[in-house]
């Protein structure tokens, strides 16, 4: 059963957070299809899905940050990141979500998962998908954990995502 | 002689931003950096893991936490990021 999360702002006015953020399914093929070339089913691999800071419910791209890998882990290039929030503050966007795979089925959130993400402000999400995005491009079997104040917490793909 | 209001509201304030989102914080030169630091993750709501962050030059350099913010280089008017120093998942 799908239940709709009760809705919820934070932070500064400029910012807010959709209880359902809006997805095209073409940017679900970008982000497998990022996630197989880099990823070549051997490796973990890391998107970012950003949208328009005044549309809290939009995600309309695929950010793929230059980052290191190994079966077990990933690591963004630290470097980068400054200049990726400089273009996100020129160009009123936002990160909503971070993408990563797993190397198998299990997509609970590791420790690491938890405690070095790029945001961790109530909204924010992060989905875990598994068989290193070698499968079937849906998020079943994936995970979506939403950052809230005490923490990740596991929520239902269709409780948070709507395809358009 | 009077500084004017607005620029004197200007010579103690820095802009942070965060994930594309600004806030206007204000700072005494001689406070420490580490205050600095904490107002910033105060305005940002950010309660976890407080330690992995820090602020960060618009040139990419990462603001020491010791000593006073203007001997970490912060002058009014500056844009700072705040961002976690590591990104990374397994």
């Known amino acids: ?164 | 002689m009077a500084v004017p209001a607005e620029t004197a509201r200007l010579h103690d304030e820095i802009i942070v931003s965060s994930n594309g989102v600004d806030h206007e914080i204000k700072y005494e030169p001689h406070e420490a950096a580490s205050a600095l630091l904490e107002a910033a993750l105060n305005a940002f709501h950010i309660h976890d893991a407080r330690h992995t962050y820090a602020l960060w030059t618009e040139s990419g350099v990462e603001l020491p936490i010791t000593g006073s913010a203007q001997e970490a280089g912060v002058r009014p008017g500056d844009v700072l990021f705040l961002r976690p120093s590591v990104v990374r998942g397994g």
């Not at chain 1, 990022?34 to 691999?45: F, I, T």
């Not at chain 1, 993408?99 to 959130?109: D, I, K, L, Q």
């Open chain 1, 1 to 164: 059963m799908c239940v709709r999360a009760m809705s919820f702002s934070y932070g500064p006015a400029s910012y807010a957070a959709a209880e359902v953020l809006a997805v095209p399914r073409a940017l679900l093929e970008e982000t497998f299809a990022s996630m197989r070339s880099c990823g070549d089913g051997k490796m973990e691999c890391v998107v970012l899905w950003t949208g328009p800071l005044g549309g809290p419910e939009q995600v309309d791209a695929v950010v793929a940050p230059p980052h290191r890998a190994t079966r077990a882990g990933y690591i963004i290039e630290p470097a980068w990141v400054t200049g990726f929030y400089a273009e996100l503050r020129r160009s009123r966007r936002t990160t909503r979500a971070q993408v990563h795979t797993h190397p198998g089925a299990n997509v609970e959130h590791s420790g690491i998962d938890e405690d070095f993400p790029l945001v961790a402000v109530p909204g924010f999400m992060s989905i875990v998908l598994p068989w290193f995005a070698t499968r079937d491009i849906s998020l079943d079997g994936a995970a979506v954990y939403e950052f809230k104040s005490k923490g990740w917490v596991r929520r239902q793909v269709c409780d948070v995502i709507s395809w358009t």
